[in-house]
């Protein structure tokens, strides 16, 4: 067991590393029914899975796939698979994760690559353009967000204005 999403109002999906079992409710003495649904597919890891509504994106060794419940995945990932398959380091994708971000409409698949033992590269996939896909290198560990302001204000400095050794315009923000 790897880990386990919720799909929709009434089902579970719970996979594992060779299969994709879904969880129903059914009351009675038996209160919950598994039925294996996806054989010989599994996930790397146990963030390999991410949940949007009635659609789960399925990270594999193989490929990124789509599963709506049912006994097959979509392959979403086709664009990018050959690289993706050619360069992951299969001995760390333990540490690969899925992000999906709603506002953006945004699909994102960290993984490491070559000899990297962490997530070094990350595939983006625009769901809502037509599952365009895009390449960015960089380490990451974990998902979440921050925010930058764009430039040093005057509340923001250290010490009296007087005390500032640089010239306004002088500084660049970096990202």
Same mark, same amino acid.
């Given at each position: $067991?790897?880990?386990?999403?919720?799909?929709?109002?009434?089902?579970?999906?719970?996979?594992?590393?060779?299969?994709?079992?879904?969880?129903?409710?059914?009351?009675? &003495?038996? =209160?919950?029914?598994?039925?294996?649904?996806?054989?010989?597919?599994?996930?790397?890891?146990?963030?390999?899975?991410?949940?949007? *509504?009635?659609?789960?994106?399925?990270? &594999?060794?193989?490929?990124?796939?789509?599963?709506?419940?049912? /006994?097959? !995945?979509?392959?979403?990932?086709?664009?990018?698979? %050959?690289?993706? =398959? %050619?360069?992951?380091?299969?001995?760390?994708?333990?540490?690969?994760?899925?992000?999906?971000?709603?506002?953006?409409?945004?699909?994102?698949?960290? =993984?490491?690559?070559?000899? %990297?033992?962490?997530?070094?590269?990350?595939?983006?996939?625009?769901?809502?353009? *037509?599952?365009?896909? !895009?390449?960015?290198?960089?380490?990451?560990? %974990? /998902?979440?967000? !921050?925010?930058?302001?764009?430039? $040093?204000?005057?509340?923001?400095?250290? *010490?009296?204005?007087?005390?500032?050794?640089?010239? !306004?315009?002088?500084? &660049?923000?970096?990202?």
């Amino acid at each position: $067991l790897q880990t386990a999403e919720r799909l929709g109002n009434n089902a579970v999906v719970v996979y594992g590393e060779g299969s994709v079992h879904l969880q129903e409710w059914v009351g009675g &003495t038996d =209160v919950y029914r598994f039925t294996k649904m996806v054989v010989n597919k599994g996930i790397p890891s146990r963030r390999g899975v991410v949940a949007n *509504g009635t659609v789960h994106y399925v990270m &594999t060794r193989d490929n990124i796939y789509e599963y709506n419940g049912g /006994r097959d !995945f979509k392959p979403i990932g086709d664009p990018i698979r %050959s690289e993706y =398959v %050619s360069t992951i380091n299969n001995s760390a994708m333990s540490y690969a994760f899925m992000d999906f971000l709603p506002d953006e409409n945004e699909l994102r698949v960290y =993984v490491p690559v070559g000899t %990297s033992t962490q997530p070094n590269t990350c595939y983006i996939c625009k769901v809502g353009e *037509g599952y365009t896909w !895009f390449k960015d290198l960089r380490n990451h560990t %974990s /998902r979440g967000s !921050f925010s930058k302001p764009s430039g $040093l204000t005057i509340g923001e400095l250290q *010490g009296t204005i007087g005390a500032q050794n640089w010239k !306004f315009g002088d500084l &660049t923000i970096a990202a």
